[in-house]
């Protein structure tokens, strides 16, 4: 908001001050200024001062930050006023206005520019290339008109030397359609004259020194302005301008004249008409016969002339120094004296440049014309940017029209906005207090009054037959206005002004002198007839629309034209009539220095601008009601946090949680509430609420981050519980999919003769690797069940053995006998021819020890105490393990070694069939290998279960390339070797405490 800038900046709204003095005011915008705030409001007025460089304050986030916004939202800048008027004419459908006022210099036309780039970027379609077009044409007729319409003065490099006025046409949803432009008054007498340290307009300028080698040659010009007469005046230091590149800004010109639509030949056509008239300028005319008549000095200079119009020189010599007058149907040659043929070559530059112009502006206007269907159905933006009030040393007949201009401009904005506070305050039901202000009516009525008006006298002077003279205008004006009191002259009493040619008008800006001199001659904007015909019969296309009045015969009587003031005087009223019909908006420019500087500020000058800008009389208009009114529901939204009833929300309207926060303040007496607004007497009310809601602040960003840190953490949770849902809906999805894949695969398996080991399966997602290997593992077990239910007793007994030498051994040894035969009790196999023995004996033991089966029975080579190998058979019963001699299986000297005397189990890693057998007390260990084919393995698991299933012990089974035994009490070891392929296994001493079982590699 613009009462919320730090007070380093000072007030960002003058209605905010505490004292409306004209000091406080100034004092507020020079601290503002020198802090680089160029822009200040009152109310919704908008004060501009020129900083004379660029400010980085007109970027894409400026845009973004005031668009949509209401202009107390934010500091004061100019995108706010531009984004007032298109939300006005977008949510209202209402037609605005932007009038942008102010003297030469002072940045109107620049904030001209600004206003059409924020409008055009806050306008972006998606679609339609015409619209984009149209926003194109806009900005660049900018270009055009600046080239054609300014020039340099004394107090401004880049001035505006017409009145603009732009109307932007928008359809319903606030997109571009097309525009017109209307100009007022161009200052035509610079064309042939211009004071010291100004310049013509820049279109000469740009001709000389940006055209190229091939234009200029056929213009018959040279790059330079110092050879002609029209762009020398102001003097050699003035042909080139400081930030200004005459060259660049040619170049800028015909790009834009091409993306408008002009044609290649008539840009040509333009150029050579500017160079036409710089080459009138250097026509010399001289008299002859007695300064009766006059000629032409230089004729060369007349054919450059004619080939540039596209006539003969004789045509042009005769139109310049020869008038044709129709008397009784007859039509007679009079020579021009002198005076009159230096007059006709001054007006026909003068007219040449200005249809010119019009012709341009029209042109212009052609290209972003809307098309009839939309005119009635859209709205309108109109931009006035149009010359400021000017007073120089010497102030001639276009500073009083110039002047008068800017009379109706603030009378209409006084009346407007005092108008918009009495309507204000009748709307919201609050009592309107009479402002007592100046009003300047009586000023526009000393110029316009049809009567006894300025421009009136100045009419009927020019009516006067024969020749008639500026001083006595002076005199007529004397007689007709010596009684006003606006109005002086030397005749009225001020001794200081000229008799003969000096009068002064008080207007509202201050006392301006003007000069008469003049005045007659640019009133009726005399251009003969004979330099019309000669015109409009050029060859140059062009120059037949600019001067279609030359059409008419030789002896045809025209009807006398309005003179210039009175044509002015028509324009300025029908422009008034416009703005009046469209809610206006204002920008009001104020020129920091004459010397065009930044960062000076010129305290007179200000001054002088303040007044005649009549700034204080729009604060005190402001400021004698309230100061400040906002909406109830923006005043809401700032202050609720002030009281405990409308904070966090409000339960009630916004108009009652308006009161009920006034109320907590104690307030009451300070506002008054209307039926949408609040309105606050005092900005001392404004800023004590701003300071309560500082201190409020803290506690506020608190409870934000309390909020928005739950906000997020809900979000989050939202968000994984979501995802969890999804995870488990699409793994749910994959596990059907899949099992239905499995389900596919697996349908036939209990009739396939494998039960299904040889099928393929289905590939898993990665989510169901895990899943798979359990379905994997329950198919084995499936499969296995199956497997083993068709084996006898003894058969599922050997499954169960071999199945815990795989256990034992899997990974550990490289032979655990898958491929041998497991038969338990070999020795009693008949394919042992000791057989019967076998069985006497072991009937005996059996017998004799209580043994009640045996469980196992292999013929074993054993080490021997001395670490020879000797044949045993051992026999494992359910109590003992028995080492009897082979062959006859007699027992041995030995006693049997009962079952539970068995402590652990080693094998070698290789694929030998070596065993330890490690007891627990006081036998020593048994180091043998199984032989005739049969595993070790087998003996370990036979060993391994038959403990487990009697005494519920599981013995330790330890594989290593290394093992150590017991043999009499003494620790040694035993290595298994390789031997070659062929060879027989045995054991073989090492050294007294280390042995070694050798197998053979192919065994």
């Given at each position: 908001?613009?009462?919320?800038e730090?007070?380093?900046?000072?007030?960002?709204?003058?209605?905010?001050?505490?004292?409306?003095?004209?000091e406080?005011?100034?004092?507020?915008?020079?601290?503002?200024?020198?802090?680089?705030?160029?822009?200040?409001?009152?109310?919704?007025?908008?004060?501009?001062?020129?900083?004379?460089?660029?400010l980085?304050?007109?970027?894409?986030?400026?845009?973004?930050?005031?668009?949509?916004?209401?202009?107390?939202?934010?500091?004061?800048?100019?995108?706010?006023?531009?984004?007032?008027?298109y939300?006005?004419?977008?949510?209202?459908?209402?037609?605005?206005?932007?009038?942008?006022?102010?003297?030469?210099?002072?940045?109107k036309?620049?904030?001209?520019?600004?206003?059409?780039?924020?409008?055009?970027?806050?306008?972006r379609?998606?679609?339609?290339?015409?619209?984009?077009?149209?926003?194109?044409?806009?900005?660049?007729?900018?270009?055009?008109?600046?080239?054609?319409?300014?020039a340099?003065?004394?107090?401004?490099?880049?001035?505006?030397?017409?009145?603009?006025?732009?109307?932007?046409?928008?359809?319903?949803?606030?997109?571009?359609?097309?525009?017109?432009?209307?100009?007022?008054?161009?200052?035509?007498?610079?064309?042939?004259?211009?004071?010291?340290?100004?310049?013509?307009?820049?279109?000469?300028?740009?001709?000389?020194?940006?055209?190229?080698?091939?234009?200029?040659?056929?213009?018959?010009?040279?790059?330079?302005?110092?050879?002609?007469?029209?762009?020398?005046?102001?003097?050699?230091?003035?042909f080139?301008?400081?930030?200004?590149?005459?060259?660049?800004n040619?170049?800028?010109?015909?790009?834009?004249m091409?993306?408008?639509?002009?044609?290649?030949?008539?840009q040509?056509?333009?150029?050579?008409?500017?160079?036409a008239?710089?080459h009138?300028?250097?026509?010399?005319?001289?008299?002859?016969?007695?300064?009766?008549?006059?000629?032409?000095?230089?004729?060369?200079?007349?054919?450059v002339?004619?080939?540039?119009?596209?006539?003969?020189?004789?045509?042009?010599?005769?139109?310049?120094?020869?008038?044709?007058?129709?008397?009784?149907?007859?039509?007679?040659?009079?020579?021009?004296?002198?005076?009159?043929?230096?007059?006709?070559?001054?007006?026909l530059?003068?007219s040449?440049?200005?249809?010119?112009?019009?012709?341009?502006?029209q042109?212009?206007?052609?290209?972003?014309?809307?098309?009839?269907?939309?005119?009635?159905?859209?709205?309108?933006?109109?931009?006035?940017?149009?010359?400021?009030?000017?007073?120089?040393?010497?102030?001639?007949?276009?500073?009083?029209?110039?002047?008068?201009?800017?009379?109706?401009?603030?009378?209409?904005?006084?009346?407007?906005v005092?108008?918009?506070?009495?309507?204000?305050?009748?709307?919201?039901?609050?009592d309107?207090?009479?402002?007592?202000?100046?009003?300047?009516?009586?000023?526009?009525?000393l110029?316009?009054?049809?009567?006894?008006?300025?421009?009136?006298?100045?009419?009927?002077?020019?009516?006067?037959?024969?020749?008639?003279?500026?001083?006595?205008?002076?005199?007529h004006?004397?007689?007709?206005?010596?009684?006003?009191?606006?109005?002086?002259?030397?005749?009225?009493g001020?001794?200081?002004?000229?008799?003969?040619?000096?009068?002064?008008?008080?207007?509202?800006?201050?006392?301006?002198?003007?000069?008469?001199?003049?005045?007659?001659?640019?009133?009726?904007?005399?251009?003969?007839?004979?330099?019309k015909?000669?015109?409009?019969?050029?060859?140059?296309?062009?120059?037949?629309?600019?001067?279609?009045?030359?059409?008419?015969?030789?002896?045809?009587?025209?009807?006398?034209?309005?003179t210039?003031?009175?044509?002015?005087?028509?324009?300025?009223?029908?422009?008034?009539?416009?703005?009046?019909?469209?809610?206006?908006?204002?920008?009001?420019?104020?020129?920091?220095?004459?010397?065009?500087?930044?960062?000076?500020?010129?305290?007179?000058?200000?001054?002088?601008?303040?007044?005649?800008?009549?700034?204080?009389?729009?604060?005190?208009?402001?400021?004698?009601?309230?100061?400040?009114?906002?909406?109830?529901?923006?005043?809401?939204a700032?202050?609720?946090?002030?009281?405990?009833?409308?904070?966090?929300?409000?339960?009630?309207?916004?108009?009652?949680?308006?009161?009920?926060?006034?109320?907590?303040?104690?307030?009451?007496q300070?506002?008054?509430?209307?039926?949408?607004?609040?309105?606050?007497?005092?900005?001392?009310?404004?800023?004590?609420?701003?300071?309560?809601?500082?201190?409020?602040?803290?506690?506020?960003?608190v409870?934000?981050?309390?909020?928005?840190?739950?906000?997020?953490?809900r979000?989050?949770f939202?968000?994984?519980?979501?995802?969890?849902?999804?995870?488990?809906?699409?793994?749910?999805?994959?596990w059907?999919?899949?099992?239905?894949?499995?389900?596919?695969?697996?349908?036939?398996?209990?009739?396939?003769?494998?039960?299904?080991?040889?099928?393929?399966?289905?590939?898993?997602p990665?989510?169901?690797?895990?899943?798979?290997?359990?379905?994997?593992?329950?198919?084995?077990?499936?499969?296995?069940?199956?497997?083993?239910?068709k084996?006898?007793?003894?058969?599922?007994?050997?499954?169960?053995?071999?199945?815990?030498?795989?256990?034992?051994?899997?990974?550990?040894?490289?032979?655990?006998?898958?491929?041998?035969?497991?038969?338990?009790?070999?020795?009693?196999?008949?394919?042992?021819?000791?057989?019967?023995?076998?069985?006497?004996?072991?009937?005996?033991?059996?017998?004799?020890?209580?043994?009640?089966?045996?469980i196992?029975?292999?013929?074993?080579?054993?080490?021997?105490r001395?670490?020879?190998?000797?044949?045993?058979?051992?026999?494992?019963?359910?109590?003992?393990?028995?080492?009897?001699?082979h062959?006859?299986?007699?027992?041995?000297?030995?006693?049997?070694?009962?079952?539970?005397?068995?402590?652990?189990?080693?094998?070698f890693?290789?694929?030998?069939?070596?065993?330890?057998?490690?007891?627990?007390?006081?036998?020593?260990?048994?180091?043998?290998?199984?032989?005739?084919?049969?595993?070790?393995?087998?003996?370990?698991?036979?060993?391994?279960?038959?403990?487990?299933?009697?005494?519920?012990?599981?013995?330790?089974v330890?594989?290593?390339?290394?093992?150590?035994?017991?043999?009499?009490?003494?620790?040694?070891?035993?290595?298994?070797?390789?031997?070659?392929?062929g060879?027989?296994?045995?054991?073989?001493?090492?050294?007294?405490?280390?042995?070694?079982?050798?197998?053979?590699?192919?065994?």
């Open positions: 908001m613009a009462f919320l730090s007070p380093e900046f000072g007030v960002g709204d003058f209605i905010l001050l505490d004292h409306v003095t004209e406080a005011f100034l004092a507020n915008l020079k601290l503002r200024f020198q802090k680089d705030k160029i822009y200040t409001y009152i109310g919704e007025t908008l004060v501009s001062v020129n900083p004379y460089r660029q980085n304050i007109y970027t894409d986030n400026e845009v973004k930050e005031y668009r949509g916004r209401q202009v107390f939202e934010r500091p004061a800048h100019i995108y706010a006023v531009a984004d007032a008027a939300q006005s004419m977008l949510r209202r459908r209402q037609d605005s206005c932007i009038v942008i006022s102010g003297e030469s210099g002072a940045g036309t620049e904030a001209s520019k600004i206003v059409m780039r924020y409008l055009s970027a806050v306008t379609p998606s679609s339609k290339r015409e619209i984009e077009r149209v926003k194109g044409l806009l900005i660049d007729s900018n270009c055009i008109l600046e080239a054609f319409g300014n340099k003065t004394t107090r401004n490099d880049n001035s505006s030397r017409f009145g603009k006025y732009m109307d932007i046409n928008f359809d319903f949803k606030g997109d571009p359609l097309g525009g017109h432009i209307s100009n007022y008054l161009l200052e035509k007498a610079r064309v042939v004259s211009q004071q010291d340290g100004e310049r013509n307009f820049h279109a000469f300028y740009q001709l000389l020194m940006g055209g190229d080698a091939a234009l200029l040659a056929s213009c018959h010009l040279e790059a330079n302005p110092g050879n002609y007469v029209y762009t020398c005046m102001g003097g050699p230091s003035n080139k301008v400081a930030g200004l590149d005459d060259r660049k040619f170049q800028e010109v015909q790009t834009a091409k993306a408008i639509g002009f044609q290649a030949e008539e040509s056509m333009l150029w050579r008409l500017v160079a008239t710089l009138l300028g250097e026509v010399r005319l001289t008299s002859a016969d007695d300064g009766e008549k006059s000629v032409v000095k230089n004729p060369e200079q007349l054919k002339v004619a080939e540039l119009l596209g006539t003969e020189p004789g045509a042009v010599e005769k139109a310049l120094t020869i008038k044709l007058v129709t008397r009784r149907n007859e039509v007679i040659e009079t020579s021009h004296k002198y005076e009159k043929a230096l007059f006709a070559r001054e007006a530059a003068k040449l440049y200005e249809r010119m112009f019009t012709w341009i502006v042109k212009i206007n052609s290209f972003v014309a809307v098309q009839s269907d939309f005119v009635q159905q859209g709205t309108v933006i109109g931009v006035l940017d149009i010359y400021g009030f000017e007073v120089f040393q010497v102030n001639c007949f276009e500073q009083l029209c110039i002047n008068y201009c800017n009379e109706k401009l603030q009378q209409l904005f006084i009346e407007l005092l108008k918009r506070e009495q309507e204000e305050y009748r709307s919201e039901g609050i309107w207090m009479h402002v007592e202000y100046f009003n300047n009516q009586i000023i526009c009525n110029v316009e009054d049809p009567s006894n008006g300025v421009i009136a006298v100045l009419d009927t002077e020019c009516l006067v037959p024969g020749d008639q003279h500026d001083s006595a205008f002076l005199v004006m004397d007689k007709k206005l010596s009684k006003h009191a606006h109005y002086a002259s030397n005749a009225t001020v001794k200081t002004l000229n008799r003969e040619s000096e009068f002064q008008i008080k207007h509202y800006a201050g006392l301006v002198t003007y000069s008469v001199d003049g005045f007659i001659v640019k009133n009726k904007d005399l251009l003969f007839q004979d330099l015909r000669l015109l409009y019969n050029c060859s140059t296309p062009i120059l037949k629309e600019m001067f279609a009045d030359g059409a008419g015969p030789v002896d045809e009587v025209t009807k006398r034209p309005h210039a003031a009175t044509g002015f005087k028509m324009s300025m009223v029908a422009l008034v009539e416009i703005l009046q019909t469209k809610e206006p908006h204002y920008v009001r420019c104020v020129k920091p220095n004459g010397q065009k500087k930044p960062s000076v500020y010129e305290d007179e000058l200000c001054t002088h601008q303040v007044r005649y800008l009549g700034l204080l009389e729009n604060v005190r208009v402001r400021r004698a009601g309230f100061a400040h009114r906002q909406p109830f529901e923006s005043f809401v700032r202050y609720k946090m002030l009281c405990k009833e409308t904070w966090p929300r409000s339960k009630c309207s916004d108009r009652e949680a308006a009161q009920k926060i006034s109320h907590a303040m104690q307030l009451n300070l506002v008054k509430f209307g039926k949408t607004k609040i309105f606050i007497k005092i900005p001392k009310t404004l800023f004590f609420l701003e300071r309560e809601r500082e201190k409020k602040i803290p506690m506020m960003a409870i934000i981050q309390k909020i928005w840190k739950g906000l997020r953490a979000r989050y939202r968000r994984l519980r979501a995802a969890v849902k999804i995870q488990d809906h699409f793994k749910n999805y994959k059907r999919f899949y099992m239905a894949k499995v389900i596919e695969t697996f349908k036939d398996v209990k009739t396939m003769p494998d039960l299904g080991n040889s099928l393929q399966w289905p590939q898993p990665p989510v169901l690797k895990v899943a798979q290997t359990y379905m994997w593992k329950i198919h084995r077990n499936w499969r296995a069940k199956l497997l083993v239910e084996l006898n007793k003894q058969q599922e007994e050997q499954m169960r053995v071999r199945c815990i030498a795989y256990s034992a051994c899997r990974g550990r040894k490289a032979d655990w006998g898958l491929n041998i035969p497991f038969p338990l009790n070999g020795l009693k196999d008949p394919s042992n021819p000791n057989s019967s023995k076998f069985n006497q004996s072991i009937a005996g033991l059996k017998s004799l020890n209580g043994d009640q089966t045996v196992y029975s292999a013929h074993v080579v054993k080490l021997g001395n670490m020879k190998p000797a044949d045993r058979a051992f026999v494992l019963t359910d109590k003992h393990l028995y080492r009897l001699e062959g006859t299986y007699a027992p041995g000297k030995k006693a049997p070694m009962a079952v539970k005397q068995i402590g652990a189990l080693s094998l890693p290789g694929n030998d069939q070596g065993l330890i057998i490690h007891t627990k007390e006081e036998f020593g260990d048994l180091v043998f290998y199984v032989a005739d084919g049969r595993s070790a393995s087998e003996f370990a698991s036979i060993l391994w279960l038959t403990i487990k299933r009697k005494y519920c012990h599981r013995l330790k330890t594989i290593q390339p290394e093992l150590t035994y017991k043999q009499d009490g003494k620790a040694k070891s035993i290595v298994m070797q390789q031997s070659g392929a060879t027989s296994p045995t054991f073989k001493k090492l050294s007294a405490d280390k042995a070694a079982l050798v197998w053979p590699a192919s065994s």
